[in-house]
């Protein structure tokens, strides 16, 4: 990788954890490297870190300041440990002791780095750096494939000559081979590589007054769960989203919005695409002004609220002069005439495949804020009934057939 095309690692949140080794020296010059590619890094530097690399060294490399502490004052209230440990796209172990192995096997949170690596829900990666013995001693094998079936990804020892005058497997990775193999975690592959998907999902709310707003069952869960299925498939996706309680997907940009005129907003900000997929559950109308303050009660008049219709954000982007995404997929939420007005409303939105959703009960269950879905999805090559899956294999049929649509 040159410097001059664009680095998988631009843009990406490393949380880096040094831990007591002698070869937390090539931490500094890994820092250096994977922020020229525009990665930013927060470290933690562990009390055995600290015997070999320095809190100002750190920090004039990574531009951050360096966490050490899990019962620090300052620390906490500038950033909390579970923050720490979320806001990064990966946690880095290096070099990943053999007792900071075993503890992470034993979930043991004695300390800032244990607690964070604890408290993630993050991919965490380790770079092992030990005395050869160590390393094949069973107990550290045994961690290490314990680490691994937990889903911890891997960075292997080198041979070589060890700092403590042995030769053997257990020295730190060369830092190439670091910067290497965190490019190749970042670099998206998979069928849909290469292809930017724009999802909107979710309601949205439109105000009344500072306290009151306009909104509709919609729960967001069908299209987090579309964004997820595109991401897994290599696709970079954009999820605009309005208001939901769902925890925002890794890997996949997520946009929060409130308001309509703010969704289609965001989602022009992020064209060109190739692909836009309207989930959400916009309202169809907000109020014209809302109120400054709010709206008190008046002797039982009830106050006058003039409605106007919100932008309908399907229909902008399947009739956009320029950058029209060449696949646009529209969603019909309908509780009778399914087929009728979901057909009326490809035609009338001019989207090319529209996902025909029943919102009426499934087996006693609401579909808006349930786990289960009622499609047809109709294309211009016929249309297919997806009847009672999860939202979730909705998604994941969905996603394979935009995959076929571009093979
Ligand atoms: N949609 C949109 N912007 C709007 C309204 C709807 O992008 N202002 C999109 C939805 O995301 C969905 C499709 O249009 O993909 C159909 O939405 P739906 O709520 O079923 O229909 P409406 O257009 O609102 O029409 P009606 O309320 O008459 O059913």
């Known amino acids: 990788m040159t410097l001059d095309s664009k680095s998988p690692l631009d ?4 949380l880096l954890i040094i831990g007591g080794g002698i070869a937390a020296y090539k931490c500094l010059d890994l820092i250096r490297r994977v922020r020229e590619r525009g990665m930013t890094v927060r470290t933690i530097l562990t009390k055995g870190g600290e015997q070999f690399v320095t809190p100002l060294s750190i920090g004039g490399l990574s531009g951050e300041k360096v966490y050490t502490d899990l019962f620090s004052l300052t620390d906490e209230t500038e950033m909390g440990h579970i923050r720490l440990s979320r806001e990064a796209d990966l946690i880095l172990v290096a070099p990943a002791t053999a007792d900071m192995m075993a503890k992470m096997v034993a979930g043991i949170s004695d300390n800032l780095a244990t607690t964070a690596l604890l408290a993630t829900d993050k991919p965490v990666m380790i770079a092992p750096s030990m005395n050869s013995r160590m390393w094949h001693h069973i107990a550290t094998q045994r961690n290490l494939a314990q680490l691994i079936q937990d889903g911890v990804h891997l960075i292997p020892p080198a041979d070589g000559d060890l700092a403590c005058g042995e030769v053997g497997a257990g020295r730190l990775a060369d830092v190439d081979e670091m910067v290497t193999t965190l490019e190749k975690f970042f670099t998206p592959t998979g069928p849909l590589n290469g292809k930017h998907i724009l999802t909107t999902a979710g309601p949205t709310y439109e105000p009344i007054d500072p306290v009151r707003y306009i909104a509709n069952r919609s729960s967001g869960k069908q299209g987090y769960a579309i964004a997820r299925a595109l991401r897994d498939l290599g696709a970079r996706v954009s999820l605009i989203s309005g208001p939901t309680s769902l925890t925002e997907p890794t890997g996949v940009e997520t946009i ?3 308001t309509a005129c703010e969704m289609l907003t965001a989602c022009q900000n992020v064209l060109p695409a190739d692909v836009a997929i309207c989930v959400a559950a916009v309202a169809d109308w907000r109020v014209s002004t809302s109120a400054a303050q709010k709206i008190k009660k008046q002797n039982g008049a009830l106050p006058p609220l003039e409605l106007i219709e919100n932008p309908d954000i399907l229909q902008t982007l399947s009739q956009a002069a320029s950058n029209r995404p ?26 090319d495949w529209i996902v025909a959703n029943d919102v009426s009960v499934i087996n006693g269950k609401s579909v808006m804020g349930g786990d289960h879905n009622k499609v047809t999805v109709m294309t211009n090559t016929g249309s297919e009934d997806w009847d009672n899956i999860p939202k979730d294999h ?3 049929k969905l996603a394979k057939k935009i995959e076929k649509h571009f093979t």
Not at 11 to 14: E, Q, T, V
Not at 326 to 337: C, H, K, M, R
Not at 342 to 350: F, I, P, T, V
């Open 11 to 14: 843009g990406k949140r490393l």
């Open 256 to 258: 929060q919005v409130e």
């Open 326 to 351: 060449s696949l646009v997929i529209g969603f019909a939420a309908e509780t009778e005439n399914l087929m009728a007005h979901a057909e009326a409303k490809l035609q009338r939105k001019g989207c």
């Open 394 to 396: 909705v998604a994941e």
